[in-house]
């Protein structure tokens, strides 16, 4: 053990090990940065550079770019709306709020330091707990798939402060919307229209971006005016990193359930960083005092999407590494990089070739740390460049972006079109009074829920008892409980908010606490 | 548009929509038909809620910009033609020479107020080639080609 | 910014404009053979999958016999059907070829009103390797033969629960085919996938597994294996009978090759089978294979279309006869 380790030492804290983190995890930031692309196209953009390295190095880039990717989504979530990956849709529901309150600054140095926090907490599972908990992610079969997406669909009532009905409502369309496609049993072809490009359903990455961006560009084009296009009221605070670091500890729980959660969330296999986000976010929110400002712009909903998502990266890693089951669609593409550098997961890996891995393990906790100034240095640019333009104005270059960003990875020009359907479809819906954020998490609950549901009925026909299949788990029984807690939470606060004051949200200038 | 209006408008139309859906499932077989058809019912009879509760004058609230609706409409109007022009060039020109239209037009619209019209439109076809050349020749993905 | 600063922009974005349409209207000399400039190698499935990781393999080597860029893509979509119609529309001059998966390309144009392709559609260029398919359940499990299995399943018909990859892929025929040929009847529940289907199995939610090779070598202290779906005994499991010694008149794999679009030239064809040809019979490439639990072929272009033919009159037998079509 200790020559092993010694050895992962010295692969990890060498030059070459240390510049890839350092490079890894700036592109990764980049990358997931721009909406269009994700960790998961990062990673395989550059497995196959990985090829010719030695094994070690090459792991720690895609490591670092994982991290990096991931942490990087929060950027674009908080200027403009539009999660960079699909893992901070959540973050954009504090993280814009507080940008429009010119609290931008503020929210990346949340995102920031909640990110490193929540990664490092995942690495320590992945470090120290993996087998245990890789052998606990088996137990999770059909039934517990279903159950965990109506656990997730009940977030749904807690993103929709404003107007239940249009929330579940929403959430209702997004989940009719994922049935497009090729039906998950029996394989039949549903609502395609008749076109070849709807065969697939429709591509979430695009999807994406129609609902969260092109509908904000719209709202902002009609907003504005030549002369009042006042740029939102920038605070510069000094010393700003301190003082969310003194906020945030002041409420360690919220970090650490988040982080628990993302890395639960990233070791089943399936779920990935944009599931993490989400239940992370609606935990925070149903265990917070302040229930009614999540979505209004507090740091609390940025820092417990963060903290989760950066997790779920360990997390996803932990059934792959000693399985071979990925927990996620970027462990996925990592698995491949390591099949291709000839080194199978399982006991082999650990043993056989420990360095490496253990070199592999090491650097993500590095790259975690360097999430910490890069993310600072970053967040003063972009800060600075707020000074003197609206982000917002960059609004069509981004959208090009995506549009190349999203081709290019998959060479379909249907996505394309896609994006701008369903961004003329969000606008309208907005107009209407629905928000993105229901209907995008039933587009991705969608089909876990159908799968486990007909996989659970096929299970309970074989047996005997469909009841039984349903009922009658323990994994199962647990999210069951979880999902009616969490169903009648938000209704309780709902009332209880409508009592005393009037329930339209308020333009949420005028919550200046100090301390928040 | 009043709220009141647009509450009854998205109901129907999601109304309509799912009764769609439900009648479209209807000719798969067993367990590719099961699940579109329970949400659609379930979105149905949300549907019919909010209808309801619209009718019964406590509809939910939409926040509605303020401002000459007129003016308003227009330039989101003008945005969205670009985006469709943008999106309709594609096949027929092809994704760079599309990219440089939509790009400008959209630039037009929203920086054009920052750094005036001449300038809006150098930026926007300078970032296009840009990103073009970097994405044809460093990482080798060709855009498509349209007819022309 | 100043009115100097604009001007050089204003000037190097004519620079550029100039520079690029030069660059798309020479495009490249036609007097050298084929090929002149990169190729596109499309793969199906998303990476990380045995597609994938075969492909990466392969590019090197191909590069070196071909002297140009391989830029391998993704395109992922209906079961590979996706890339598939794209490709019977892409230019049939070589540049694109794309991974082919049989049984996929037999399958979906059978089932789908609208596959976007038909499987003649697809121009075969090389079949390079075969992961076969092998039936698996518990190390603890009361049936050790597959006899023991079938005579269980013809006495509880719908009972026993098979896991596998999808619908109208290698795994799912293979049940098919058992079914077919024992006449009994097993619930196949299908997973998004080879990875869910194997955590499936392992969490002991179904009792039957159908599984590539590799991963019945990668996870065998976790499964029995009681039939393997080649002709011989396949090497990296020794104990493990083929179906057809097991009784059972059937063979099952995931076979993967090339194709190109229909159409396209024959000296064209020709310098790409060479190529992938040479690639498969290095011995290299074939010992990685090997460790990766692959079986290796070389077959070209007129060969494989034939193979491609009976397979499809099987298969469409077997599919009429239990009523998928």
């Given at each position: 053990m200790g020559p092993m380790l010694l050895e992962a030492l010295t692969g990890v804290l060498n030059p070459v090990s240390l510049l890839f983190v350092v490079v890894g995890v700036s592109a990764g930031i980049i990358v997931g940065a721009?909406?269009?692309?994700?960790a998961t196209m990062a990673i395989a953009l550059l497995v196959p550079f990985t090829f010719t390295m030695q094994p070690v190095f090459g792991l720690v880039l895609l490591g670092a770019i994982y991290s990096g990717a991931i942490y990087g989504g929060s950027f674009s979530a908080i200027l403009i709306n539009t999660p960079g990956t699909p893992s901070a849709i959540a973050t954009t529901f504090d993280g814009y709020p507080m940008a429009q309150k010119g609290e931008a600054y503020r929210a990346i140095t949340t995102a920031t330091l909640a990110s490193v926090i929540g990664g490092l907490i995942g690495v320590a599972f992945l470090i120290f707990l993996s087998p245990p908990l890789a052998r606990a992610s088996l137990k999770f079969g059909p039934p517990e798939y279903f159950w965990l997406a109506v656990f997730g669909l009940t977030i749904i009532a807690a993103v929709s402060p404003r107007s239940m009905i249009k929330g579940l409502v929403g959430g209702g369309i997004g989940l009719l919307i994922s049935t497009i496609g090729i039906a998950p049993i029996q394989g039949a072809v549903r609502f395609n229209f008749g076109t070849l490009a709807l065969q697939n359903g429709i591509s979430l990455i695009p999807a994406l971006i129609g609902f969260f961006c092109i509908p904000e560009v719209l709202r902002m084009a009609e907003s504005s005016s030549t002369s009042s296009d006042a740029v939102v009221p920038y605070k510069r605070q000094r010393k700003m990193v301190t003082r969310v670091f003194h906020a945030l500890i002041r409420k360690p729980w919220l970090l650490l359930r988040s982080a628990i959660l993302g890395t639960i969330v990233g070791i089943i296999p399936g779920a990935g960083g944009n599931i993490a986000g989400l239940v992370g976010y609606n935990e925070a929110m149903r265990a917070s005092k302040n229930k009614e400002k999540f979505g209004t712009g507090i740091m609390d909903g940025v820092a417990a999407s963060e903290s989760a998502n950066n997790a779920e990266v360990a997390g996803s890693l932990i059934p792959m590494l000693t399985l071979g089951v990925p927990g996620a669609p970027p462990a996925a593409v990592l698995f491949g990089a390591l099949l291709l550098q000839g080194m199978r997961p399982g006991a082999e890996l650990f043993t056989y070739h420990g360095a490496t891995i253990h070199a592999f393990l090491f650097s993500v906790i590095l790259a975690n740390i360097e999430i910490l100034p890069l993310g600072i240095i970053l967040g003063r640019a972009v800060a600075a460049l707020m000074q003197r333009t609206k982000?917002?104005?960059m609004a069509p270059l981004i959208i090009f972006l995506s549009m190349i960003g999203a081709y290019s990875i998959y060479n379909n020009v249907a996505d394309i079109y896609t994006m701008v359907v369903v961004g003329l479809l969000a606008h309208a819906l907005r107009k209407a009074g629905f928000f993105p954020g229901p209907i995008v998490l039933g587009l991705i609950l969608g089909p876990f829920a159908e799968q486990g549901l007909l996989q659970s009925i096929l299970m309970g026909r074989a047996g005997g008892s469909i009841f039984q299949v349903f009922f009658t788990r323990p994994i199962s029984l647990i999210l069951i409980i979880l999902t009616i807690i969490s169903v009648v939470t938000p209704i309780v606060v709902h009332y209880r908010t409508k009592r005393g004051k009037h329930s339209r949200i308020v333009d949420s200038v005028t919550r200046q606490e100090a301390s928040e | 548009m009043s709220e009141k209006a647009r509450n009854l408008l998205s109901g129907v139309a999601i109304l309509a929509v799912s009764i769609y859906w439900f009648i479209a499932a209807g000719e798969f077989k067993e367990l590719s038909r099961l699940y579109p058809q329970v949400i659609a019912v379930i979105v149905g009879l949300l549907a019919l809620v909010l209808l309801g509760v619209t009718l019964l004058g406590r509809g939910p609230k939409i926040a509605l910009a303020g401002g000459d609706a007129g003016e308003r409409h227009m330039r989101s109007g003008t945005m969205i033609g670009a985006m469709v022009l943008w999106t309709a060039l594609i096949p027929v020109a092809g994704l760079l020479i599309a990219s440089i239209v939509g790009v400008t037009a959209m630039g037009l619209i929203t920086f054009r107020a920052h750094v005036g019209t001449v300038r809006a439109i150098v930026i926007a076809v300078l970032l296009v080639f840009v990103f073009f050349l970097l994405f044809r020749f460093l990482l080798n993905v060709p855009f498509p080609t349209g007819i022309l | 910014m100043t009115t100097k600063t604009w001007r050089i922009a204003a000037a190097a974005a004519v620079l550029l404009i100039a520079a690029t349409s030069f660059v798309c209207a020479t495009g490249t000399s036609e007097d050298g053979g084929f090929p002149q400039r990169p190729i596109s190698y499309v793969i199906p499935f998303n990476p990380g999958g045995q597609s994938d990781v075969t492909a990466t393999y392969q590019k090197p080597y191909l590069e070196d016999v071909l002297g140009v860029n391989v830029t391998i893509r993704h395109q992922p979509g209906a079961g590979g059907a996706l890339a598939w119609a794209n490709l019977v529309n892409?230019?049939?001059?070589?540049y694109t070829l794309s991974g082919n998966n049989l049984p996929h390309i037999i399958i979906q144009p059978l089932v789908?009103?609208?596959?976007?392709?038909?499987?003649?559609?697809?121009?075969?260029?090389y079949l390079f390797q075969t992961t076969p398919i092998g039936i698996a359940v518990a190390p603890d499990s009361p049936f050790n033969t597959l006899q023991e299995l079938v005579d269980y399943a013809a006495d509880h018909p719908g009972e026993l629960t098979v896991t596998g990859s999808g619908t109208h892929t290698g795994h799912h025929l293979a049940i098919l085919q058992l079914q077919h040929q024992t006449g009994t009847e097993f619930t196949y529940i299908p997973a998004t996938g080879a990875a869910p289907s194997v955590a499936n199995f392992l969490g002991g939610h179904s009792q039957v597994i159908m599984a590539n090779s590799n991963d019945l070598v990668a996870h065998q202290d976790e499964m029995k294996v009681l039939a393997i779906g080649t002709t011989d005994r396949f090497p990296q499991l020794p104990e493990a009978p083929t179906f057809i010694e097991a009784g059972v008149e059937m063979t099952a794999g995931i076979d993967r090759g090339v194709c190109l679009p229909p159409d396209t030239p024959e000296d064209v064809v020709a310098v790409l089978e060479a190529a992938f040809d040479e690639v498969s019979r290095d011995p290299e490439f074939r010992a990685q294979m090997d460790e990766l639990g692959f079986v290796t072929h070389s077959i070209g272009a007129t060969e494989f279309a034939e193979y491609i033919d009976r397979r499809k009159t099987e298969i469409e037998t077997v599919l009429r006869e239990l009523g998928e079509i």
């Amino acid at each position: 053990m200790g020559p092993m380790l010694l050895e992962a030492l010295t692969g990890v804290l060498n030059p070459v090990s240390l510049l890839f983190v350092v490079v890894g995890v700036s592109a990764g930031i980049i990358v997931g940065a721009l909406p269009g692309l994700t960790a998961t196209m990062a990673i395989a953009l550059l497995v196959p550079f990985t090829f010719t390295m030695q094994p070690v190095f090459g792991l720690v880039l895609l490591g670092a770019i994982y991290s990096g990717a991931i942490y990087g989504g929060s950027f674009s979530a908080i200027l403009i709306n539009t999660p960079g990956t699909p893992s901070a849709i959540a973050t954009t529901f504090d993280g814009y709020p507080m940008a429009q309150k010119g609290e931008a600054y503020r929210a990346i140095t949340t995102a920031t330091l909640a990110s490193v926090i929540g990664g490092l907490i995942g690495v320590a599972f992945l470090i120290f707990l993996s087998p245990p908990l890789a052998r606990a992610s088996l137990k999770f079969g059909p039934p517990e798939y279903f159950w965990l997406a109506v656990f997730g669909l009940t977030i749904i009532a807690a993103v929709s402060p404003r107007s239940m009905i249009k929330g579940l409502v929403g959430g209702g369309i997004g989940l009719l919307i994922s049935t497009i496609g090729i039906a998950p049993i029996q394989g039949a072809v549903r609502f395609n229209f008749g076109t070849l490009a709807l065969q697939n359903g429709i591509s979430l990455i695009p999807a994406l971006i129609g609902f969260f961006c092109i509908p904000e560009v719209l709202r902002m084009a009609e907003s504005s005016s030549t002369s009042s296009d006042a740029v939102v009221p920038y605070k510069r605070q000094r010393k700003m990193v301190t003082r969310v670091f003194h906020a945030l500890i002041r409420k360690p729980w919220l970090l650490l359930r988040s982080a628990i959660l993302g890395t639960i969330v990233g070791i089943i296999p399936g779920a990935g960083g944009n599931i993490a986000g989400l239940v992370g976010y609606n935990e925070a929110m149903r265990a917070s005092k302040n229930k009614e400002k999540f979505g209004t712009g507090i740091m609390d909903g940025v820092a417990a999407s963060e903290s989760a998502n950066n997790a779920e990266v360990a997390g996803s890693l932990i059934p792959m590494l000693t399985l071979g089951v990925p927990g996620a669609p970027p462990a996925a593409v990592l698995f491949g990089a390591l099949l291709l550098q000839g080194m199978r997961p399982g006991a082999e890996l650990f043993t056989y070739h420990g360095a490496t891995i253990h070199a592999f393990l090491f650097s993500v906790i590095l790259a975690n740390i360097e999430i910490l100034p890069l993310g600072i240095i970053l967040g003063r640019a972009v800060a600075a460049l707020m000074q003197r333009t609206k982000v917002q104005t960059m609004a069509p270059l981004i959208i090009f972006l995506s549009m190349i960003g999203a081709y290019s990875i998959y060479n379909n020009v249907a996505d394309i079109y896609t994006m701008v359907v369903v961004g003329l479809l969000a606008h309208a819906l907005r107009k209407a009074g629905f928000f993105p954020g229901p209907i995008v998490l039933g587009l991705i609950l969608g089909p876990f829920a159908e799968q486990g549901l007909l996989q659970s009925i096929l299970m309970g026909r074989a047996g005997g008892s469909i009841f039984q299949v349903f009922f009658t788990r323990p994994i199962s029984l647990i999210l069951i409980i979880l999902t009616i807690i969490s169903v009648v939470t938000p209704i309780v606060v709902h009332y209880r908010t409508k009592r005393g004051k009037h329930s339209r949200i308020v333009d949420s200038v005028t919550r200046q606490e100090a301390s928040e | 548009m009043s709220e009141k209006a647009r509450n009854l408008l998205s109901g129907v139309a999601i109304l309509a929509v799912s009764i769609y859906w439900f009648i479209a499932a209807g000719e798969f077989k067993e367990l590719s038909r099961l699940y579109p058809q329970v949400i659609a019912v379930i979105v149905g009879l949300l549907a019919l809620v909010l209808l309801g509760v619209t009718l019964l004058g406590r509809g939910p609230k939409i926040a509605l910009a303020g401002g000459d609706a007129g003016e308003r409409h227009m330039r989101s109007g003008t945005m969205i033609g670009a985006m469709v022009l943008w999106t309709a060039l594609i096949p027929v020109a092809g994704l760079l020479i599309a990219s440089i239209v939509g790009v400008t037009a959209m630039g037009l619209i929203t920086f054009r107020a920052h750094v005036g019209t001449v300038r809006a439109i150098v930026i926007a076809v300078l970032l296009v080639f840009v990103f073009f050349l970097l994405f044809r020749f460093l990482l080798n993905v060709p855009f498509p080609t349209g007819i022309l | 910014m100043t009115t100097k600063t604009w001007r050089i922009a204003a000037a190097a974005a004519v620079l550029l404009i100039a520079a690029t349409s030069f660059v798309c209207a020479t495009g490249t000399s036609e007097d050298g053979g084929f090929p002149q400039r990169p190729i596109s190698y499309v793969i199906p499935f998303n990476p990380g999958g045995q597609s994938d990781v075969t492909a990466t393999y392969q590019k090197p080597y191909l590069e070196d016999v071909l002297g140009v860029n391989v830029t391998i893509r993704h395109q992922p979509g209906a079961g590979g059907a996706l890339a598939w119609a794209n490709l019977v529309n892409a230019d049939p001059d070589g540049y694109t070829l794309s991974g082919n998966n049989l049984p996929h390309i037999i399958i979906q144009p059978l089932v789908r009103d609208d596959a976007g392709y038909e499987t003649e559609d697809l121009k075969p260029l090389y079949l390079f390797q075969t992961t076969p398919i092998g039936i698996a359940v518990a190390p603890d499990s009361p049936f050790n033969t597959l006899q023991e299995l079938v005579d269980y399943a013809a006495d509880h018909p719908g009972e026993l629960t098979v896991t596998g990859s999808g619908t109208h892929t290698g795994h799912h025929l293979a049940i098919l085919q058992l079914q077919h040929q024992t006449g009994t009847e097993f619930t196949y529940i299908p997973a998004t996938g080879a990875a869910p289907s194997v955590a499936n199995f392992l969490g002991g939610h179904s009792q039957v597994i159908m599984a590539n090779s590799n991963d019945l070598v990668a996870h065998q202290d976790e499964m029995k294996v009681l039939a393997i779906g080649t002709t011989d005994r396949f090497p990296q499991l020794p104990e493990a009978p083929t179906f057809i010694e097991a009784g059972v008149e059937m063979t099952a794999g995931i076979d993967r090759g090339v194709c190109l679009p229909p159409d396209t030239p024959e000296d064209v064809v020709a310098v790409l089978e060479a190529a992938f040809d040479e690639v498969s019979r290095d011995p290299e490439f074939r010992a990685q294979m090997d460790e990766l639990g692959f079986v290796t072929h070389s077959i070209g272009a007129t060969e494989f279309a034939e193979y491609i033919d009976r397979r499809k009159t099987e298969i469409e037998t077997v599919l009429r006869e239990l009523g998928e079509i």
